[in-house]
């Protein structure tokens, strides 16, 4: 990834289009609507919002309600393995539509950017049958983009092989920061031309005072926060950064117009702690049958 980045900068997609660089987590949001648009205020076009984190209503109402002309953002939401009033199974081929559409609802849009599978769980048969249903929500102009979330390699090649498959996963949303660097899976999607984002980049704020981050920090005259989220930046991944607090949303947008050069890099590559490092649940190779 080219070191002149902007907060305007993006990844294509293989499927066509293109993603922002950087956008705006909403997960565990307690003020979803106003939190997204400070995020569109300083800049942020890319909002990333899932049905089990029940705000896409909310993440709705920032849209309609913001100045940003509806062409310049780029819209993101997943669909859980089971619906969340009925507790019906929703990794159908049936299901997947029926949960295009009721996201489609609540966002008060025509069309979504990207739509994912949120989770392997369910296993091989019925990411199969969900998927062929994204596909079917792409033909019918509902969805632009389709992907997946937290599936390992296997999970994805599998899928691929699947009958009446004939779309590539757009990106692999994985939890990953310093400290689980999912070097395996990273390389992986890069080879595939699957582009990676990362959730939790920030480690949901519980190791920043590493005294790596900390020392580098100092030295480059930025917060932890920066310098994490500007490593993962570097590494080539799209970062989707979360917080309720307006003055943590621009601190987190800082990240641009400056570099951290190979000794930091290398210094802060060195902090992986693989699996041991993960701050979340989902482990991807845990769910690949």
């Not at 922002?20 to 997960?27: M, V």
């Not at 994912?116 to 632009?144: E, F, I, M, N, T």
């Not at 519980?206 to 590494?235: F, G, H, S």
């Not at 701050?279 to 769910?287: F, L, N, Q, R």
Request: charged share 25%; hydrophobic share 35%; proline share 6%.
């Amino acid at each position: 990834m080219p070191q002149d980045l902007t907060i305007s900068s993006t990844l294509p997609l293989p499927s066509g289009g293109k993603i922002p660089i950087f956008g705006f987590g909403t997960c565990q949001s307690t003020v979803c609507t106003q939190a997204c648009l400070h995020a569109m205020t300083n800049g942020y076009r890319h909002l990333d919002t899932a049905q089990i984190y029940q705000n896409e209503s909310e993440t709705g109402v920032a849209i309609k309600q913001t100045s940003v002309p509806h062409s310049e953002l780029f819209i993101c939401s997943k669909l859980w393995e089971k619906d969340l009033e009925t507790g019906e199974p929703t990794f159908t081929r049936e299901g997947a539509i029926a949960g295009v559409n009721s996201s489609l609802k609540k966002l008060q849009l025509d069309v979504i950017d990207l739509y994912l599978l949120h989770v392997p769980r369910p296993g091989s048969k019925a990411r199969h049958q969900a998927w062929l249903g994204l596909q079917d929500c792409v033909k019918q102009g509902k969805v632009k983009a389709i992907g997946v979330s937290n599936f390992s390699p296997n999970a994805i090649e599998a899928l691929m092989k699947e009958e009446d498959v004939d779309t590539l996963p757009a990106v692999n949303q994985i939890e990953f920061h310093p400290f689980q660097q999912q070097k395996k899976l990273l390389e992986y999607c890069k080879s595939k031309g699957i582009v990676v984002v990362a959730y939790s980049p920030l480690s949901q704020g519980t190791r920043l005072q590493d005294p790596v981050i900390v020392e580098i920090a100092k030295k480059m005259n930025k917060t932890p926060a920066q310098i994490a989220l500007r490593w993962c930046l570097q590494k080539g991944v799209v970062i989707i950064p979360k917080s309720d607090r307006e003055e943590r949303i621009k601190e987190n947008a800082g990240i641009f117009g400056w570099t951290l050069d190979d000794k930091d890099m290398h210094a802060i590559d060195a902090l992986d702690e693989g699996r041991k490092g993960n701050i979340g649940e989902w482990d991807p190779y845990a769910w690949e049958s």
